[in-house]
């Protein structure tokens, strides 16, 4: 199946630091990628739709210039956390699906995850 | 936009013993439900999916069973084993040619008692 892959796996940063996660689909090209936000024991929360080439999508309730996202190329997009602070510590994982491949009911697959915890 | 509830949070059974998990989802849109399995600090991984011109799909001990008019859907896991242990999350979404996210549910923590 479609692979897609995180970095990195887990950051630990100091409060009022920026951290870029990657988010890599490594055996085929997504136009589109989205961004969930996991607390522990709890639900994956969508962030954003991430659009190569273009500006990404925010839910409603998620700070645009907080959670930088740039998806420049057709398998890589990027999440920044800017000026992180512990309540932003969170599981972040990706997700993907190959649109060229199976048709419009076929897998979304999802990256390891990152976890992010702010001191 | 969609919205999804599911239930029980949490479920207990013995091992050997039937699961069932329950869904509901709001938009009649939607047409794509997948239901997905998640350890303790790993991915999501997909278990078995339906889609809305299909009731019910089977693969081995998993069932899954779609009613479009009440907008609900099931899991069932038979002959439930302890690997079967796992937090297990519903998901609805609209699939056409574009690329729609997945709207969760707030997941199931199923325990299976050995």
């Known amino acids: 199946g479609a692979v897609v892959s995180q970095h990195p796996s887990w950051v630990i940063c100091k409060s009022g630091t920026s951290v870029k996660i990657e988010c890599r689909s490594l055996?085929?090209?997504?136009?589109?990628m989205f961004w969930y936000r996991q607390f522990p024991k709890q639900s994956l929360m969508l962030m954003a739709t991430?659009?190569?080439?273009?500006?990404?999508?925010?839910e409603q309730g998620v700070e645009k210039d907080k959670f930088l996202i740039n998806h420049a190329s057709l398998t890589l997009s990027t999440l920044t956390v800017t000026s992180a602070h512990p309540e932003d510590s969170s599981f972040y994982i990706c997700?993907?699906?190959?649109?060229?491949?199976?048709?419009?009911?076929?897998?979304?697959?999802f990256g390891p995850g990152t976890r992010l915890t702010v001191l | 936009g969609e919205n999804v509830e599911q239930h029980p949070s949490t479920l207990s059974v013995q091992e050997g013993d039937s699961a069932v998990i329950k869904c509901t989802y709001s938009?009649?849109?939607?047409?794509?439900f997948p239901w997905y399995k998640q350890e303790l600090g790993k991915r999501p991984q997909l278990i078995i999916d339906?889609?809305?011109?299909?009731g019910e799909k089977k693969d081995q001990r998993i069932a899954v069973t779609l009613n479009k008019t009440a907008k609900h859907f099931s899991l069932h896991i038979t002959e439930t084993q302890p690997e079967d242990s796992a937090v297990y999350f519903c998901?609805?979404?609209?699939?056409?040619?574009?690329?729609?996210?997945?709207?969760f549910g707030k997941g199931t923590r199923l325990s299976v008692i050995a």
């Open positions: 998901a609805a979404s609209l699939r056409t040619s574009g690329n729609t996210p997945l709207v």
């Open positions: 991430s659009n190569e080439g273009s500006k990404a999508t925010y």
């Open positions: 997700s993907a699906r190959d649109q060229g491949r199976g048709g419009p009911y076929n897998e979304q697959f």
């Open positions: 938009d009649s849109a939607s047409n794509y």
């Open positions: 055996d085929f090209q997504a136009t589109t």
């Open positions: 339906i889609r809305s011109n299909v």
